[in-house]
């Protein structure tokens, strides 16, 4: 079956592979940034006084009055819910759902913006006199300084009828197809959609102080600190972990909730495929929480905005201390980090235990992930396999040992042996990808993707077998001087040893029988690459300067790469997330991410003539190799000329 690449599950993702390791020099504190479906908050350094979530985008409010909208642009397409309507200034509060958002301005006017099929964002006259704001999926909610509730949009289940009398509210709240609206006598009425009891108030039905919604369940927060859930249960969202004191505010996500206690800390309960639950580190110091579908928000004292959860499953949340890492691959929607120390860093989807690294978490020396399962390559020459293993893929073959790198499919796994042969397990059905092609010697390298493989031979050839259907085997001629290989879903690269780049596949133009995202498309100049990595229908290359070049499908972000896009060491590319470990840049001797008069000085220190003899007396050699720019073991004024062109000054 083929799959709309707007489903969210799909496939699997591509593990970008380098043959030659990190492809590039590493002089680095081994940072890895990560890219794609995100709803991490990009915005998160300060001045935020409010926060609200959607689907899969975020909101936040800063101190002047302006919104930042964040994530992933909607499910399954853009419909606008991030582009924030001009002027963005004198909101003082948001909401947002499925496809749509709505700000509320200082005047009592509400702004709408995104998807609109269900006339969601057509406020009704007159737009004037409203003190608050809700977002179900396809209606709006608007609470008027009267007391009285404005609703307007989808209404297949009623969820806009407000029922009679309509006064004396105080709050407001929107879930699926139905709604919430709490009284000043501390009582909550419902309406709309009941098919889960998400409308039927437990008795008794007082002292209510806060509301939430979430997509079939409701939630109350009792003056006593106390929550009350109702509703779908079906994963836990209604059972209020003990003890059940001390709240102070409640927010509901899909079929998950979240309570902020009186001290600062966040309790979270229901489902948790994609972490959502899982609090993040420090859990202090919050004022307020927000739930998407499948993520959280919480809002700290000092304005910042914490975010966890579904971006896609976390994928690009790389766990704290972000660095150290020589080595990074994607899978479908987890990713492994591979520490200096030889310790493994797994995070993203959990689903398969594909994150649980098996102990001892030491002596590893590479990494691979396919679907929902692992690999860590040990010293010794023996595979680690974990997570996902319906088909085997994680039951290496005996002798576990000799084995010199790993790479990972779809549902199929290959190991590489010292002495050049090839190893496949796992799925072999219907495409043969375990089926290592004869004569099975002098290999260096392989990679997997979906469901076939790209292999590389000592003599620079490629030998490719497995599915087929798009072209991803047909090698290009002349097979010949390749040094690196990548394989996506249906689209393989090939890195030669001029630099350049040859793509064949899926997305090649002209070829038919699959969507063309221009995955196959190298950008020009296409010169002076080092490495190369592919994901399910997108491409990523590193270039010798340490930038980045991405190409494909980018509906999800993936291609666009954070600025400052330079000093990269390796990449590697998931189904809808990209992967870059750091370095430092050029010329920094003192590893403080600039180049100054500190750097001048340690570098002054070591300059040693042109003579090609190491540091000179009185250099510290760390120093000395950071200060070598042309690898020419002295420091003479080749160097001084290129430091003077890297001088940054601080930063």
Same mark, same amino acid.
């Given at each position: 079956?083929?799959?709309?690449?707007?489903?969210?599950v799909?496939?699997?993702? #591509?593990?970008?592979?380098?043959? !030659?390791?990190?492809?590039?020099?590493?002089?680095?504190?081994?940072?890895?940034?990560?890219?794609?479906?995100?709803?991490?908050?990009?915005?998160?350094?300060? +001045?935020?006084?409010?926060?609200?979530?959607?689907?899969?985008?975020?909101?936040?409010?800063?101190?002047?009055?302006?919104?930042?909208?964040?994530?992933?642009?909607g499910?399954?397409v853009?419909?606008?819910?991030?582009?924030?309507?001009?002027?963005?200034?004198?909101?003082?509060?948001? !909401?947002?759902?499925?496809a749509?958002?709505?700000?509320?301005?200082?005047?009592?006017?509400i /702004?709408?913006?995104?998807?609109?099929?269900?006339?969601?964002c057509?406020?009704?006259?007159?737009?004037?006199?409203?003190?608050?704001?809700?977002?179900?999926?396809?209606?709006? &909610?608007?609470?008027?300084?009267?007391?009285?509730?404005?609703?307007?949009? &989808?209404?297949?289940?009623?969820?806009?009828?407000?029922?009679?009398?309509?006064?004396?509210?105080?709050a407001?709240?929107?879930g699926?197809?139905?709604?919430?609206?709490?009284?000043?006598?501390?009582s #909550?009425?419902?309406?709309g959609?009941?098919?889960?009891?998400?409308?039927?108030?437990?008795?008794?039905?007082?002292?209510f102080?806060?509301?939430? !919604?979430?997509?079939? $369940?409701?939630?109350?927060?009792?003056?006593?600190? *106390?929550?009350?859930?109702?509703?779908?249960?079906?994963?836990?969202?209604?059972?209020?972990p003990?003890?059940?004191?001390?709240?102070?505010?409640?927010?509901?996500?899909a079929?998950?909730?979240?309570?902020?206690?009186? +001290?600062?800390?966040?309790?979270?309960?229901?489902?948790?495929r994609y972490g959502?639950?899982?609090?993040?580190?420090?859990?202090?110091?919050?004022?307020?929480? =927000?739930?998407g579908?499948?993520?959280? &928000?919480?809002?700290?004292?000092?304005?910042?905005?914490?975010?966890?959860g579904?971006?896609?499953?976390?994928?690009?949340?790389?766990?704290a201390p972000?660095t150290?890492?020589?080595?990074?691959?994607?899978?479908?929607?987890?990713?492994?980090?591979?520490?200096?120390?030889?310790?493994?860093?797994?995070?993203?989807?959990?689903?398969?235990?594909?994150?649980?690294?098996?102990a001892p978490?030491?002596?590893?020396?590479?990494? =691979?992930?396919?679907?929902?399962?692992?690999?860590?390559?040990?010293?010794?020459?023996? #595979?680690v396999? *974990?997570?996902w293993?319906?088909?085997?893929?994680?039951?290496?073959?005996?002798? @576990?040992?000799?084995f010199?790198?790993?790479?990972?499919?779809?549902?199929?796994?290959l190991?590489?042996?010292?002495d050049?042969?090839?190893?496949? *397990?796992?799925?072999?059905?219907?495409?043969?990808?375990?089926? /290592?092609?004869?004569?099975?010697?002098?290999?260096?390298?392989?990679?997997?993707g979906?469901?076939h493989n790209?292999?590389?031979?000592?003599?620079g050839?490629? /030998?490719?077998?497995?599915?087929?259907?798009?072209?991803?085997?047909n090698?290009p001629?002349? @097979?010949?001087?390749?040094?690196?290989?990548? =394989?996506?879903?249906?689209?393989?690269?090939?890195?030669?040893? @001029?630099g350049?780049?040859?793509?064949?596949?899926?997305?090649l133009?002209?070829?038919?029988?699959?969507?063309?995202?221009?995955?196959?498309?190298?950008?020009?100049?296409?010169?002076?690459?080092?490495?190369?990595?592919?994901?399910?229908?997108?491409?990523?290359a590193?270039?010798?300067?340490?930038?980045?070049?991405?190409?494909?499908?980018?509906?999800?972000?993936?291609?666009?790469v954070p600025?400052?896009?330079?000093?990269?060491?390796? #990449?590697?590319?998931?189904?809808?997330?990209? &992967?870059g470990?750091?370095?430092?840049?050029?010329?920094? %001797?003192? $590893?403080?991410?600039?180049?100054?008069?500190?750097?001048?000085?340690?570098?002054?220190?070591?300059?040693?003539?042109?003579?090609?003899?190491?540091?000179?007396?009185?250099?510290?050699?760390?120093?000395?190799?950071?200060?070598?720019?042309?690898?020419?073991?002295?420091?003479?004024?080749?160097?001084?000329? %290129?430091?003077?062109?890297?001088?940054?000054?601080?930063?």
């Amino acid at each position: 079956m083929r799959l709309n690449p707007g489903m969210k599950v799909c496939g699997w993702a #591509i593990v970008g592979l380098l043959t !030659a390791g990190t492809a590039r020099p590493q002089d680095g504190d081994g940072l890895i940034v990560g890219w794609g479906r995100e709803v991490v908050a990009v915005n998160t350094s300060a +001045d935020f006084v409010a926060v609200a979530g959607g689907y899969y985008h975020s909101l936040g409010l800063k101190t002047d009055g302006s919104v930042v909208a964040w994530g992933c642009g909607g499910y399954p397409v853009d419909y606008g819910q991030c582009d924030v309507p001009t002027p963005n200034t004198d909101f003082v509060a948001v !909401a947002g759902d499925w496809a749509h958002s709505l700000g509320l301005k200082s005047d009592g006017s509400i /702004v709408a913006w995104g998807g609109n099929w269900n006339s969601q964002c057509d406020v009704p006259a007159p737009n004037t006199d409203f003190v608050a704001v809700a977002a179900g999926t396809g209606h709006s &909610l608007g609470l008027k300084t009267d007391a009285s509730i404005v609703a307007w949009g &989808l209404n297949d289940n009623g969820q806009c009828d407000v029922p009679a009398p309509n006064a004396d509210f105080v709050a407001l709240a929107a879930g699926r197809s139905f709604s919430l609206g709490l009284k000043t006598d501390g009582s #909550i009425v419902a309406w709309g959609d009941n098919f889960d009891g998400q409308c039927d108030v437990p008795a008794p039905n007082a002292d209510f102080v806060a509301i939430a !919604a979430g997509s079939f $369940h409701s939630l109350g927060l009792k003056a006593d600190g *106390w929550i009350v859930g109702w509703g779908s249960n079906s994963n836990g969202q209604c059972n209020v972990p003990a003890p059940n004191t001390d709240f102070v505010a409640v927010a509901a996500g899909a079929a998950h909730s979240l309570g902020l206690k009186a +001290d600062g800390s966040i309790v979270a309960w229901g489902y948790n495929r994609y972490g959502q639950c899982s609090m993040p580190a420090q859990n202090t110091g919050f004022v307020a929480v =927000a739930a998407g579908y499948d993520h959280s &928000l919480g809002l700290k004292t000092d304005g910042s905005i914490v975010a966890w959860g579904d971006n896609w499953y976390g994928q690009c949340d790389v766990p704290a201390p972000n660095t150290d890492f020589v080595s990074v691959v994607a899978g479908l929607a987890h990713s492994l980090g591979l520490k200096a120390d030889g310790s493994i860093v797994a995070w993203g989807s959990n689903s398969s235990t594909q994150c649980n690294v098996p102990a001892p978490n030491a002596n590893f020396v590479a990494v =691979a992930a396919g679907y929902g399962h692992s690999f860590g390559l040990k010293a010794d020459g023996s #595979i680690v396999a *974990w997570g996902w293993n319906n088909y085997g893929q994680c039951n290496v073959p005996a002798p @576990n040992t000799d084995f010199v790198a790993v790479a990972a499919g779809s549902d199929h796994s290959l190991g590489l042996k010292a002495d050049s042969s090839i190893v496949a *397990w796992g799925s072999n059905y219907p495409y043969g990808q375990c089926n /290592v092609p004869v004569p099975n010697t002098d290999f260096v390298a392989v990679t997997a993707g979906t469901q076939h493989n790209l292999t590389l031979k000592a003599n620079g050839s490629i /030998v490719a077998w497995g599915r087929n259907d798009d072209g991803q085997c047909n090698v290009p001629a002349p @097979n010949t001087n390749f040094v690196a290989v990548a =394989a996506g879903d249906g689209h393989s690269l090939g890195l030669k040893a @001029n630099g350049s780049i040859v793509a064949w596949g899926a997305g090649l133009p002209g070829q038919s029988g699959y969507p063309h995202y221009g995955q196959c498309d190298v950008p020009t100049p296409n010169t002076n690459f080092v490495a190369v990595a592919a994901g399910y229908w997108h491409s990523l290359a590193l270039k010798g300067d340490g930038s980045i070049v991405a190409w494909g499908w980018n509906d999800d972000g993936q291609c666009n790469v954070p600025a400052p896009n330079m000093d990269f060491v390796a #990449i590697a590319a998931g189904s809808y997330h990209s &992967l870059g470990i750091k370095g430092y840049p050029r010329g920094d %001797l003192d $590893h403080d991410r600039d180049i100054d008069l500190d750097d001048l000085a340690l570098f002054a220190d070591c300059m040693a003539g042109p003579d090609g003899t190491g540091p000179p007396t009185g250099c510290d050699p760390i120093y000395f190799g950071r200060g070598d720019l042309d690898d020419d073991e002295d420091i003479d004024l080749a160097e001084f000329a %290129l430091f003077q062109t890297l001088f940054t000054g601080p930063r």
